[in-house]
């Protein structure tokens, strides 16, 4: 912008300044609105200034999430796509990403039996939800994935009501909803998991809220998403310049506390179930089974999270905080007999880890822990990758 | 155009044009947004 050179302070009326940089204000607030802002999530320096992130940073705008991961790089002739898939314990909370499950096997020289190098990455995302794996791995199937490798736990599959905390209200407004959906990444994409759940013919209430306000799509509607979007980019800098990824972003009171030092309640509770009853009536295996029947989609192998087993007395009636013995053993045996009638590539590494091996909770493991999975999980891999001759 | 341009790119509007960035900048940097960060809780 050039200025005239006769043009001098007095010229300059500040009730005219206000009022023009206000109405300018307006005009941007309603710029917007406009669709093209709906894709800003798409503009990034992730994989061009700097490179991908080796696991998904925290944001909740689905095309933020992938655009800044590494695997948004253009796949190579000579690569064989590994995706892994999960919660926290995959996406490894509390973990260097060096030390995580991913990237150890990526870097392990693994090839294929025709001669392709195996690209494993990392496109888990804390919080065990069957439903949020799937709108990811609908969303990953434009990455050209190879092969799905899908974490899960009994905790992927119950859907009990969940109520928004007073510190952590859900977003719109919301109160309660199922777990299944009950964190932003998924209430942040309502219209997105709407279109999913009618694709694959899911039954699951999804709370009613106006997402589609003009309000909501202003600057000022969209200044929290925004602010998310600008952390993300700005945080390239640091990536880029320290290739640090710590894993202990993530916010969790009790993170600094060993697992084997917090207490188990000696009952038989899962959650909002108080004594023995059939586990499979609170699963949502319907999801489940939606994932594994998606048309176009390239293998998927199932494997069952390892978990902390505690060896206090209270080991009689329960494993962990989390599970108590009647609820698991049913699960495994549900897992495993439908593996075996559907002919599921199913792998149960459920005590493959010691207790030692776990950090701050039943499932998070640390670096040991995730190179023993890494040992175990590879050869069945390997094996995946390879047609039956 | 000359004409149109000077009064364009004037001193007063070029103040008007930092403000609103300004305004902009301030809704962004001040909007609540971690909350909505992962929640992990207990798993």
Not at chain 1, 334 to 358: C, T
Request: one cysteine or more; hydrophobic letters at 45%.
């Amino acid at each position: 912008m050039t200025i005239s050179h006769t043009e001098t302070y007095k010229n300059v009326r500040p009730w005219a300044v206000l009022l023009k940089g206000g109405l300018l204000f307006v005009a941007v607030n309603l710029l917007f609105a406009l669709p093209w802002s709906q894709q800003l999530g798409r503009w990034t320096l992730y994989n061009r200034l700097v490179p991908g992130l080796p696991r998904f940073s925290g944001t909740t705008d689905l095309d933020a999430l992938f655009s800044t991961h590494a695997v948004a790089a253009e796949k190579q002739a000579d690569e064989f796509r590994v995706f892994l898939m999960g919660d926290s314990a995959t996406w490894g909370f509390l973990l260097d990403y060096r030390d995580t499950l991913a990237y150890r096997l990526d870097t392990a020289g693994l090839q294929t039996c025709s001669g392709k190098r195996l690209r494993v990455y990392n496109l888990a995302s804390p919080s065990p939800s069957a439903l949020k794996d799937l709108i990811l791995m609908e969303r990953a199937m434009a990455y050209q994935p190879d092969l799905f490798v899908w974490f899960v736990t009994l905790k992927s599959f119950t859907d009990f009501n969940k109520r928004g905390a007073i510190d952590q209200p859900f977003p719109y407004g919301i109160t309660e909803v199922g777990e299944q959906i009950a964190f932003p990444l998924v209430l942040n994409n309502l219209d997105e998991v709407s279109s999913l759940i009618d694709k694959y013919h899911i039954q699951y209430p999804l709370p009613r809220v106006a997402t589609n306000r003009v309000w909501d799509k202003t600057l000022l509607g969209q200044r929290s998403h925004l602010a998310d979007l600008l952390d993300v980019q700005l945080s390239s800098l640091q990536w880029g310049a320290t290739l640090l990824n710590s894993g202990t972003s993530l916010r969790d009171p009790g993170w600094d506390k060993p697992i084997s030092e917090k207490p188990i309640k000696a009952d038989l509770a899962f959650r909002e179930l108080k004594s023995p009853v059939d586990i499979s009536q609170h699963m949502r295996l319907d999801i489940f089974n939606a994932a594994l029947k998606a048309q176009g989609y390239p293998p998927i192998m199932v494997v069952n999270n390892p978990m902390y087993v505690t060896d206090k007395p209270v080991k009689r009636i329960r494993y962990n905080e989390v599970y108590p013995r009647w609820a698991y053993d049913q699960y495994r045996k549900l897992m495993l007999d439908r593996s075996q009638k559907n002919g599921w590539a199913y792998l149960d590494l459920w005590d493959i880890v010691p207790s030692e091996h776990f950090s701050n909770s039943s499932f998070h493991r640390d670096a040991v822990g995730d190179e023993i999975v890494a040992k175990n999980i590879a050869p069945v891999i390997l094996q995946m990758t390879c047609p039956n001759p | 155009m000359k004409k149109v341009l000077s009064k364009i790119f004037t001193l007063e509007n070029l103040y008007a044009l930092i403000f609103c960035l300004i305004l902009v900048a301030l809704v962004i940097f001040t909007a609540n947004y971690k909350d909505s960060w992962f929640l992990y809780e207990g798993f």
